[in-house]
């Protein structure tokens, strides 16, 4: 299996922008992390996710319609790329491997 470089935050972020298919942009995912999560976080790390995601070939992005409410500015949208889609699944896969190997009695936690 290929190594997978990605960061927990970088993983979540991937993750979300998934989740919210084609209306992930930067507020978007902020505002999707901290609803799932609790989390609370800063937007400018978001930005950084997604460009590093980006430049990973794990996202790509377009711009979408310039709207009324963004004073005609347009929104720069991502999507999952195939590479993105591999990775989350590579990564879900070694994550329930692991988990997988958690002995039941492991301190009396039943969550395997």
Do not use: C, W
Not at 15 to 28: M, Q, W
Request: aromatic share 6%; charged share 25%.
């Amino acid at each position: 299996m290929q190594r997978i470089n990605l960061g927990e935050f970088e993983e979540l972020v991937l993750l979300i922008t998934a989740v919210l298919h084609d209306n992930a942009y930067g507020i978007s995912v902020l505002q999707e992390i901290e609803a799932q999560t609790g989390r609370q976080i800063n937007i400018s790390a978001v930005h950084s996710a997604l460009d590093r995601l980006e430049q990973k070939g794990y996202l790509k992005s377009y711009l979408g319609g310039a709207t009324n409410e963004r004073g005609g500015r347009r929104k720069r949208l991502f999507s999952v790329t195939a590479s993105g889609a591999k990775a989350l699944s590579d990564v879900k896969e070694m994550r329930n491997t692991l988990y997988n190997q958690i002995p039941k009695v492991t301190l009396d936690l039943n969550f395997v």
